[in-house]
């Protein structure tokens, strides 16, 4: 057996070096994609993306075809809502119109947009009469949902979340 039986791999060709505008140029001709760029250029994905990472020239070049391709997107999205495109303008209206009311979906939120606060108490031990009224109280004050079962008392209370409480026996 000769070596190229032995290992048929070929030999590693020495890696060359791609200048920041060489990438840029790539990048500007795929429309900022990497995976493109790379191919374009010979060189592996890696090499580009390092280029990416580490050169805020490079970066802004991807950023700026990423921006080019969203107009674009955009562009055709609006082209077929003046063609009368019943779907292109439902999607615009739920993801754009929100603010108008067009969702699928109603979002529920608590104070000021704030998010919802629920809470739900269940206390097992023996509570004197007193210590029940207080954690009661408590709950009621927090608008927190609570079940209160004195051990032998038979009793559950539920403390809604408007502070009312029902005495089940």
Known sequence: MNAKEVN?????????????EEICEALRQTK?????????????????YRHIQRSPTVAKVVMEQRELRLDMAELTL???????????TCF?????????GYVERQEITGPAGGPLEMAHLM??????????????E???KRQVGAMIA????????????NGHYTDDD
């Open 8 to 20: 048929p791999r070929k030999p590693k060709q020495a890696s060359r070096w791609y200048s920041a």
């Open 150 to 161: 004195p051990a032998g008392a038979g009793a559950i209370v539920d403390v809604g979340s």
């Open 123 to 136: 206390i097992t031990t023996e509570l004197s009469g007193d210590q029940r009224a207080a954690m009661l």
């Open 92 to 100: 615009f209206l739920k993801t754009q119109g929100r603010g108008r």
């Open 78 to 88: 609006y082209d077929q809502i003046t063609k009368g495109e019943g779907w292109a």
């Open 138 to 140: 408590m709950a009621g």
């Open 32 to 48: 900022g994609l990497a995976a493109l760029a790379a191919q374009r250029l010979g060189c592996d994905f890696s090499t580009v």
